[in-house]
């Protein structure tokens, strides 16, 4: 059992920036992959980025890259999202997501398990 909780988003201008963090508990952290996803209202749930359990391969959206960076303390059994340039498309909910058998992946059907999500919203 993995247990994960987002934190960090909220209300930001346009160009501006968050970082997100996403507290895992349960099993040991290092031993899976992570990724973040977000769902804007009326879409469906899309694939941000991913990093491997030592943190040493990312993988990210090409809406993203450039803008977006994912790491992982696993000291701290923690992954963040540091969120730069931020653009009004880029309101969501955004959710971190738990890879136990992957190295990180694109596909919502790698994810085992799923933080409850925390809002990001861009104003123009």
């Known amino acids: 059992q993995v247990q994960l909780v987002e934190s960090g988003g909220g209300l930001v201008q346009a160009g501006g920036s968050l970082r997100l963090s996403c507290a895992a508990s349960g099993r040991t952290f290092s031993s899976y992959a992570m990724g973040w996803f977000r769902q804007a209202p009326g879409k469906e749930r899309e694939f941000v980025t991913a990093i491997s359990r030592s943190g040493g391969n990312t993988y990210y959206a090409d809406s993203v890259k450039g803008r977006f960076t994912i790491s992982r303390d696993n000291a701290m059994n923690t992954v963040y999202l540091q969120m730069n340039s931020l653009k009004p498309e880029d309101t969501a909910v955004y959710y971190c997501?738990?890879?136990?058998?992957?190295?990180?992946?694109?596909?919502?059907?790698?994810?085992?398990?799923w933080g409850p999500g925390t809002q990001v919203t861009v104003s123009s």
């Open positions: 997501a738990a890879d136990l058998y992957g190295l990180g992946s694109a596909r919502l059907s790698s994810y085992n398990y």
